[in-house]
């Protein structure tokens, strides 16, 4: 047999889910709609039954039931009306609305069964072989619209056909029209009631055979069925919701014949129907006073659950919750006073609330009105004390009630899973409310309260726990994310929606690894299913991309938390960008420190022996000039002389040496291992200014000698990418900076420039490198014919980490550096792709920092022709030996090895020499040394030092040489300048 289809309206979703499932558990068939608009399409399919909520998004209840009435196919089927307000289903049964009956929410599943089940009986009930009513008419009467749809619907369902009237002289006239087979009618109506209708049946002729059963739910004394039978009923049925009764009497009554009219005289029923109907009355009147007292007791507890309701919901606290609750619950219940108790942790009873005293019966009232221990004990049972009670000692309750102020009174504890939490005081001045009513009430009263109270505790408990999450979450220095097991964020804290740079809602939802650069998610995402295997992970580091920020570099940990409904994984995540860059600078710092203290090392170890090469390079060109000059005048000599053997001999050497050359070639020679030398020299020189980028050394500063260098530098990078060419203008002033540091930032740029060009066509491609004045700024722009750089990652391109290059072919912070150098000085540096292909890095130093003083350049011009004294101190020998060869042609060379042998030369001769040359860095006895014991021996003679050196490293010795005006000469260095800087110092003195 096919079930019987149910079609639920309603818009509360989890309503009409739980009335889905109390109805498909019976084996019905559930269609939903959540609108009226759907109602009315899925109404199409002929469902048994419709419960319908009387409130709709689109459309009201009783607009709906008009169009459901109007589909032929449902004009008779049961439709029960939904509504959580009784005051709208009230209205509804005060009209004929089309509704078959009423139903107020919330519905318990059990109720609605019973009454699904009234109006959908079992198949087999409807089965037309075994309907009982076999298409007899009754005529149905009832003043209640839905009593008498209710009813119709019954007997229609077992094979009746059914005519309906809704008052006695209406039943009259229907029995007229269409001679029914048989009368059902209630018996309390107005105007005629169910003994009167029969009365009038029996009394006509024409109907007093026709069967009448009454149908009463209010009377039910015996007194009322002897009435009954007087009037000549065939029955007299108590109303049920069940109608198995009355088919069973309407199936008797058609196989009887009616009962005889009682010959009572007529005054006789009058007196009797009155006394009856006076009976009902007071039967009314005392149902109604004992509903009023259930109403009051049943408006008290709902005043109750409404209270904690309204306090669970809001933030008020459960003291003053407790205080509204107990006021209302204490008026409706007509009892006049009332006080709370509450059990601390020490198992002590503390007054909470007050209600119908005065402020100085506090204290009274806070010590129990001096109750006896033995009726706290009775508490500690659970169980409800009455007094006065039998079971208590009179003398003691007469002077509880007499402090109390009050007749009667109850203590109520408070439970809550078996657990006393306190005590509830209930007293009346004018009320005995020891009896069953006010017990019960107490009862539940008491059981409520604690329920409430352990409740509100348990939410204040949750609150506070929520709170203190919140406030750590929101405090917490680091960024915390919740993920559930699929790896979905489903919460984060206040840091991490910053370290993201986006809102919540951008984040919730998401995975964690969407937020890091996809070169680091594979390694991310292996960290995640580790977590999820081992249940944590260590801290590890990651980088991350922020919403429209530049990377970052994080660290987290996580850890698996294991709920007793789900598993959830907590993220922990601390920005350190800082931190690395600091740590990667100082990796660079020291790798450069340890690259500048070698090349520093190595720069001293080669400065000296170059030193000797140029000497004696120098040397050996001067003898050269001596020898050629030598040959010239034998040559002159052997023309004037008369020829002999032996001039025979010379006239062929020198013959033989026009045609070799030798002399010519010697010379080139020397010229061009000059010039290695000194490109040796210019190499070691840049390296030396490269590695001292740290110092903060700030001197006079000629920006165009530090781009040549920085270009010289960057040739071995540059000669494979690009041909790089100059525009520096002449009338660029002199600054007071770091040279080395300014030198880091210009190589920097000049490789940055070579990088972003393809090796193998130099000739194609090209580096500008020019500097010139603009506004009060010197202008120093790198331009490449390179790639250029993409629009989205101009504005990155400066962020610590971001770089373009490969891995492992740039750490990301070489434009960061230099631009921590150039906003060091006062400056800026930008960026900007050219017209076409290529880059333009563009330094902007602020001529504020122009020096006052020129650099003065060394002049070079011939040696003095006068021979002077001069001491020479060196602890390189050959670099020694080569400047004594050069020196000692012009001057009276006095040479040693090292600063104490010079010390005792001095002191022998009394410093009687014209100039001292000294070497700065020498063991035991420097050139420092020297210098500070001429000045305290021989006053004034220190002024005629020139010092040389391979470089200064130490800082004593940087400081001692800031702080003289002595010449300085670093090595290496031609001998023509040493000769003019000799001639310029003896020419002012």
Known sequence: MKKPVILIVEDNPTTRKLLRIALESEQYEVIEAADGQTALEQAKKGPALI??????????G???????????????????ALSGFLSKVEEMHASDTGFTAFLVKPIDATHLLDVIQV???PVSSVNPEAQVGQGKCVLLVDDNLSQLKFIKLQLLNVGYKVVTATSGPDALEKIEKHSPDAVVSDVLMPHMDGFELCLAIRRDPRTCNLPVILLTANYLEEADRALARKVSANDFITRTSNAKELVQALEKSFSVKAPMLYPEPMDFFKEEHTHRLIRQLERQIINNTGLAQQCALQAAQLSLLGGVADALTSSTSIERTLHNVLTTCL???????GALYLLDKKNNFNLCQII??????????????????????????????????????????DVFLSQAEVTSALLIPLISEAKCLGALFLGSKTTNITESGPITFAHTLGTQLGQAIALAKSFENIAESEQRYRSLMGSASCSIFIGNQNGEIIEVNKRGRKLLNTDQENIIGKKFIDFVIPS???????????????KAIKTTEV???PVNESQRVIEFSGVEVDLAKEKLLLLILNDVTEREQLRTKALLNDKLTTVGTLTAGIAHEINNPIAS??????FLSSQVQSLTALITDLKQINQESNLNEKNEQLALLLEKQEKTAFLDKINDAIQDTTEAAEHIHDIVHDLKSFTRADEERITAIDINEVLNSAIKMSFPMTKFHAVVEKELSENIPSLLLNRGKLHQVFLNLIVNAAQAIPEGKTSSNKILVSSKIEDQFIRIDVTDTGQGVAPELVSKIFDPFFTTKSVGCGTGLGLTICREIINSLGGHIEVANTSGNGTTFSVYLPLKLQSKVAIKKINISAAASTRRRLLLIDDESLLLKGLQRILESFHDITAVADGQSALNIIDETHCQFDIIICDLNMPDVNGADVYQYIAEHYPNREQDIIFMSGGVYTQELMDFIANINNKHLEKPFSSKILLSMIDEHLTKK
């Open 62 to 80: 009783l607009s709906l039931n008009r169009k459901l009435r109007e589909m032929s196919e449902l004009r008779d089927t049961p439709i029960l």
């Open 543 to 545: 980088r991350i991309q």
């Open 51 to 60: 419960l319908q909520d009387l409130i709709l998004p689109d459309m009201d």
């Open 356 to 397: 119908g005293y005065k402020k100085e019966d506090t204290e009274n009232v806070s010590h129990f009105f001096n109750l006896p221990s033995a009726f706290l004990e009775i508490l500690d049972q659970k169980i409800v004390i009455q007094i006065p009670s039998d079971e208590l000692d009179k003398n003691l309750t």
């Open 613 to 618: 090469i140029l000497a004696n390079l120098s």
């Open 331 to 337: 008026d409706v219940a007509g009892i006049s006073k």
């Open 119 to 121: 109006y959908l009986p």
């Open 520 to 534: 680091d998610q594979l390694f991310a995402s292996k960290q995640l299913i580790k977590l999820s295997q081992e």
